[in-house]
């Protein structure tokens, strides 16, 4: 039997149904990693009838391995950097080295952020469950850096939520959040396009067409039940 998810569209749907069946306190949010977890958070936000909105998170990959994470970038003002020291020090991967590639990561950052938000601001996570959704994790540098930047804006809970994962990498994870939501945890875990059928590489103007479909963000949405 194939394992595989058949694409982030079915992913999304039954990671949306394991987060719809739970009772969440309070309003929730979902903050999808672009490009990958924007169709993966569409689905939940419609499931969970919450707003969508985007963290917007560049890696710095190894010298001679660019899809490694030795570090990864998040927006906000100033840009956090968060740096994986065992990785980056495994691949030789300096303070250097993840310094000079600062300022391209944060130029995309910045273009990502005028085509996809087009000016609208954050949703306020404040005081709402906050669920940080990704199409998978391979390292966890990119999403640990999310999740560190994202506590900063004080949600009442914070949550991450993906389809497939390394079980490794999931217990790495476990101490920045309060919850965990990952369907499947690949004994054999390789890459993440490896656990779905099709995994094509996310356009722009996929992103532009999720968030749309979507409508503007609203504020957070109430507590079901």
Aim: proline share 7%; net charge neutral; aromatic share 4%.
């Amino acid at each position: 039997m194939d394992k595989r998810f058949a694409d982030r569209a079915e992913a999304g749907r039954l990671l949306a149904q394991e987060l719809a069946a739970r009772a969440w306190a309070g309003p929730c949010v979902v903050l999808a990693l672009p490009r990958g977890g924007v169709p993966i958070g569409a689905a939940v936000a419609r499931a969970l009838k919450a707003p969508l909105d985007l963290l917007l998170v560049r890696k710095i990959g190894a010298p001679w391995q660019p899809e490694l994470a030795v570090a990864a970038v998040v927006d906000g003002t100033p840009p956090q950097l968060v740096i994986d020291e065992g990785i980056s020090a495994s691949v030789g991967a300096d303070r250097a080295y993840i310094e000079r590639c600062v300022p391209e990561q944060v130029r995309e950052i910045e273009r990502r952020r005028a085509v996809y938000l087009r000016g609208r601001e954050p949703v306020d996570v404040e005081g709402a469950t906050a669920i940080v959704v990704d199409d998978g994790i391979a390292t966890g540098t990119t999403v640990r850096a999310a999740l560190r930047a994202l506590r900063l804006r004080r949600p009442k809970r914070l949550v991450l939520a993906v389809p497939v994962a390394p079980e490794d990498a999931v217990a790495s994870l476990r101490a920045e959040v309060d919850e965990v939501v990952c369907l499947r945890t690949p004994a054999n875990f390789h890459a993440i396009g490896l656990h779905y059928a099709d995994f094509h590489q996310v356009g722009d103007d996929e992103v532009v067409a999720e968030l749309d479909a979507l409508g503007k963000p609203a504020a957070a949405a109430p507590a079901r039940g």
